[in-house]
């Protein structure tokens, strides 16, 4: 009882540690098929476009893109009324189906020069 009680909490966090590193990977290949959406706005080599408002993304990290891709999805940001640019962005993020293709997508923009 003693010992399974110490054990099963090491356990379980230790594959959420596992779990958490194999998302953090991202994978760039899966990401470039999942990019392909994006490219209307975000332009083929994440360059952006001013004319559709949506900022260039090539190079940015992948931490910062996964991020603002679960806050677009969880509706912190993209929500608000007036976030007129937000919410044009919001409905892409809903594209991206669970957190590896967060993370695959992400992995791609990154790789981007
Ligand atoms: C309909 C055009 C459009 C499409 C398609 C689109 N986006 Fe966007 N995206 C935008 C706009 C506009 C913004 C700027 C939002 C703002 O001003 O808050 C944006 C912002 C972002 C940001 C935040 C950048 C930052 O500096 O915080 C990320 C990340 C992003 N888009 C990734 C993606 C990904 C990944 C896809 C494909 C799944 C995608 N976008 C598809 C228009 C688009």
């Avoid at 260039?56 to 007036?82: C, T």
Wanted: hydrophobic fraction near 45%; charged fraction near 20%.
């Amino acid at each position: 009882m003693r010992l399974s009680r110490s054990i099963l909490p090491a356990l379980f966090f230790s594959s959420l540690f596992t779990a958490t590193l194999a998302l953090a990977d991202g994978d760039p290949a899966r990401g470039q098929g999942l990019y392909v959406v994006c490219a209307t706005c975000h332009g083929q080599n994440g360059e952006g476009s001013q004319e559709q408002n949506a900022p260039s993304l090539a190079g940015r990290e992948q931490w910062y893109l996964a991020r603002q891709l679960h806050n677009f999805k969880a509706g912190v940001r993209g929500a608000h009324a007036d976030d007129v640019y937000g919410k044009m962005m919001a409905p892409m993020a809903l594209i991206l189906p669970d957190d590896q293709a967060i993370e695959d997508v992400a992995a791609y923009v990154a790789s981007l020069k």
